[in-house]
């Protein structure tokens, strides 16, 4: 903030504009911080009485009434949901200190704790949003205080080194009787925004004449809005909102990106799905007493019958998209990336990890109403 002669404004260490708490019950020794500089410029001497730093969150909501709960209302409705301050400086009551012209650098470390009553960043989700601004105020004397503030994203998330612990394959196996047998397999279930999502769709016709259609991969997300009746004394009823974030679809047997497997004729498609990087065009995954973010990888298979009918199935599997403060760029170059995120070359099976029939059969028994046939 400028005013007369005076100029206020933070300079921030790097990446202390994004505060990553840890996850829940994964608590850590060190607390995170938020690091830098508090910059007050003066043209002329000023007697100043205190300095103080002040972390605030809010909450925007834009839901509709308890009649129309789906729709968008025009009135915003603004709530604070953390606040916290900290004395960079202050004098006794009824005194001041005056600061000589020129520039003042005041250094800050915040220290947040593990962060229990902060709620995670959200952008991008239409009617909701929670934010964070970094608020600092020099007061003066018989004069009025200046003010400048920091947008301050805040996230929960895992460290890299805990990444080796979420490389579980997990596999859906199932059939659809009469036209054809599938398997669609994930080396993982937790993925870091911005990179990719790798599914294997394997599928094996069991009737002759049975030609391929499309196969399309869909990452959906969705916000789920639970109201609280002290928010306003108005709805009750759940709202769910979805959309999807990217998308890959393969519009036949013959495309270059499905391979055939020989004799049995069967077919293989593991394409890479770039996730969004955009925080705007994908949120990461959220759980809150109101307030839920998921997303769930739906792989739809129309297949083309011997008569020219075309019939369809679809499977979804959650997944967690989850924020890190690792740069994208370093992330997909680094060897835990390609161990862990992404798969061996899906050519050289033999590098696969394999599961075991028990591995297979748990996975089965908790996805089987994943799947959806259309005839």
């Not at 409705?77 to 009551?93: A, G, K, N």
């Not at 800050?108 to 239409?126: K, N, P, T």
């Not at 590098?351 to 109403?369: C, G, I, K, N, V």
């Amino acid at each position: 903030m400028s005013n007369h002669g005076c100029n206020l404004h933070f300079e921030l260490d790097p990446y202390a504009h994004r505060v990553f708490l840890p996850a829940e019950r994964n608590l850590i020794p060190e607390s995170p911080h938020i690091t830098g500089k508090l910059i007050l410029s003066l043209a002329q001497p000023m007697r100043i009485g205190s300095i103080d730093v002040q972390l605030r969150g809010f909450v925007k909501r834009r839901w509709g009434s308890s009649e129309r709960p789906q729709t968008l209302t025009k009135r915003c409705t603004e709530s604070v949901i953390f606040q916290r301050s900290w004395q960079l400086m202050r004098t006794p009551v009824f005194q001041s200190r005056t600061y000589a012209s020129g520039r003042h650098e005041v250094i800050f470390d915040l220290a947040l704790g593990q962060g229990e009553h902060m709620r995670e960043s959200v952008d991008g989700v239409e009617g909701y949003s929670v934010s964070y601004l970094l608020i600092g105020t020099v007061t003066r004397r018989l004069a009025s205080d200046l003010t400048c503030h920091e947008s301050i994203k805040v996230y929960r998330s895992y460290a890299p080194s805990e990444w080796y612990s979420f490389a579980t394959v997990h596999a859906l196996d199932n059939e659809w009787p009469g036209k054809i047998r599938y398997s669609i397999t994930y080396p993982t279930t937790q993925i870091p925004f911005g990179s990719d999502l790798c599914p294997r769709v394997q599928l094996y016709p069991l009737t002759e004449g049975l030609q391929i259609e499309s196969i399309t991969i869909e990452v959906v997300e969705t916000h789920h809005f639970a109201p609280n009746p002290s928010f306003d004394g108005g709805f009750l009823n759940r709202i769910t909102r979805s959309r999807v974030i990217c998308k890959k679809e393969v519009s036949s047997s013959k495309d270059p990106d499905i391979s055939v497997h020989e004799p049995d004729g069967g077919y293989e498609i593991a394409p890479l799905l770039p996730l969004p990087t955009s925080i705007h065009d994908c949120a990461q995954a959220i759980q809150s007493s109101h307030f839920d973010i998921t997303h769930n990888v739906t792989v739809t298979i129309r297949i083309i019958n011997m008569d020219g009918h075309i019939s369809s199935v679809r499977a979804s599997t959650p997944v967690v998209i989850y924020m890190h403060n690792v740069n994208i760029t370093q992330l997909k170059a680094s060897s835990l990336y390609s161990r862990h995120i992404i798969p061996p070359v899906y050519g050289k099976h033999q590098e696969d990890p394999l599961l075991t029939d028990s591995d297979s059969m748990a996975d089965q028994s908790r996805t089987p109403d994943g799947s959806i046939f259309k005839s």
